[in-house]
């Protein structure tokens, strides 16, 4: 049996301070507060090629490998209906096993509310067509989960449209005096025909005419993002292509639940419904 003295346990011990203690510099992250919806930039300093681990609310967090500045960097989001509170990000170093836990505070945010009336034919739903849109829906919410855990992406996201936003995110609706779903997107203005740009290099998951979103678009980009494109006119791309950020997916339309041309974009990370336009900003620290 191997017996340590105690000055060897001594130094063991300081030498495990000093490995913890420089993983405490090892990572960033743009702020110790997020709000409903919103995002924060990630950025772990890691001269090896393993990828730490890193969990946040219980799920794993995919991180872009820069290669070239031994970074590992990413995106932590709130979902907008997240509770508000102190969660804590759980980070593992590799291979040396050494742990980094962050609290993290959520904060509750206010993003208004809308009240419409409505013919009542325009807001409750016949059988057939509520039918229609529950099978739509279940089919929507099985990719929310199923992105892959790879980023297809390594520069910031952009917005779709070089227009601009006529219909906030998280606003609530209350339409003829009954509370709605928040808006879980951006309405982004735009003539019909306008072509729609891919927010970020990514992977064709879904095309499809639904009811209340029309002629519907949307692209994982791994690492759990996933971004939607509603009410287009026309699409241009077919399920399982690969686009380019910036690439042409299709063009502003009014199809589906619209009153008129615009173009409904939305983001999920990691399944949490997040301001797309707060994306597109955190992200441009990717080039910092």
Do not use: C
Request: aromatic share 6%.
């Amino acid at each position: 049996m191997k017996i340590f003295h105690f000055t060897q346990i001594i130094i063991l011990l300081f030498l495990i301070l000093i490995q913890a203690s420089a993983s405490d510099n090892r990572v960033s992250l743009s702020s110790n507060e997020v709000n409903q919806g919103g995002v924060l930039f990630i950025k772990i300093t890691e001269p090896g090629a393993d990828a730490p681990s890193i969990r946040w609310m219980d799920k794993n967090i995919s991180l872009l490998h820069n290669t070239e500045k031994s970074l590992f960097e990413g995106f932590i989001t709130a979902d907008l209906e997240q509770k508000p509170g102190t969660y804590d990000l759980d980070i593992i170093f590799k291979p040396s096993g050494i742990e980094k836990k962050i609290k993290v505070r959520v904060l509750a945010k206010d993003y208004g509310v809308r009240r419409l009336t409505l013919p009542k034919n325009k807001v409750n739903l016949n059988d057939s067509d509520l039918k229609r849109a529950n099978k739509e829906s279940a089919v929507m919410n099985g990719l929310w989960n199923a992105s892959a855990a790879s980023p297809y992406w390594n520069r910031p996201f952009i917005m779709p449209l070089d227009t601009k936003i006529t219909g906030t995110f998280g606003r609530r609706s209350i339409i003829n005096d009954q509370p709605r779903s928040p808006h879980t997107g951006v309405d982004m203005s735009g003539k019909k025909g306008t072509p729609v740009k891919a927010s970020n290099s990514g992977v064709i998951v879904l095309t499809g005419d639904h009811f209340f979103t029309g002629s519907t678009v949307v692209i994982d980009h791994g690492a759990g993002i996933l971004s939607m494109y509603f009410h287009l006119d026309k699409i241009n791309v077919k399920k399982g292509d690969k686009i380019s950020r910036g690439g042409i997916l299709g063009t502003v339309g009014s199809t589906g639940r619209a009153t008129g041309p615009h173009l409904h974009w939305g983001i999920r990370v990691n399944n949490n419904r997040v301001d797309p336009s707060g994306l597109v900003e955190i992200s441009k620290k990717l080039e910092e």
